[in-house]
């Protein structure tokens, strides 16, 4: 497995096969009502463990973005320069992904950013974003 994706195990075999369908999916606390990413079995906030998966809508603004020109780990060195970023989901939570299909001179903090989905080799689809006039909401 490529180093850039957790091992799939029974908890975040939902999320996975989401994102093979093109869908990004967060956990809901039933408890507090508040959303988070990365998928946990209990709410970061109130410590609850009845959350639920849901879909999340795939808008994001730029939070934060760091352009990479070295990394040797696989499969990062045959990608570089890319953009390391921290995007703000619709949704309300954090997280941070790839920005791809847009050039460093165009990042701009609060861009609106659409989620797509990466496949390499038999790996799991990994949710990145690219701006918003740009989408398609495929895969790239």
């Given amino acids: 497995m490529s180093a850039d994706v957790p091992d799939i195990d029974a908890f975040t075999r939902p999320y996975w096969d989401a994102a093979a369908d093109g869908r990004l999916l967060l956990r809901r606390c039933r408890a507090c009502g508040r959303p988070h990413h990365y998928p946990r079995e209990f709410c970061p906030y109130c410590w609850s463990e009845d959350v639920v998966w849901e879909r999340a809508n795939g808008r994001a603004t730029l939070y934060t973005w760091s352009v990479v020109h070295r990394n040797d780990l696989p499969p990062f060195g045959a990608r570089v320069p890319y953009?390391?970023?921290?995007?703000?989901?619709?949704?309300?939570?954090?997280?941070m992904t790839e920005v791809v299909g847009c050039a460093e001179a165009d990042l701009r903090i609060?861009?609106?950013?659409?989620?797509t989905f990466r496949r390499e080799g038999e790996g799991p689809a990994v949710p990145v974003?690219?701006?918003a006039r740009l989408s398609g909401?495929?895969?790239?």
């Fill in 129 to 131: 974003f690219r701006t």
């Fill in 137 to 140: 909401g495929g895969q790239s």
């Fill in 110 to 115: 609060g861009m609106e950013l659409t989620v």
């Fill in 83 to 95: 953009v390391a970023a921290v995007v703000d989901l619709a949704e309300g939570p954090r997280m």
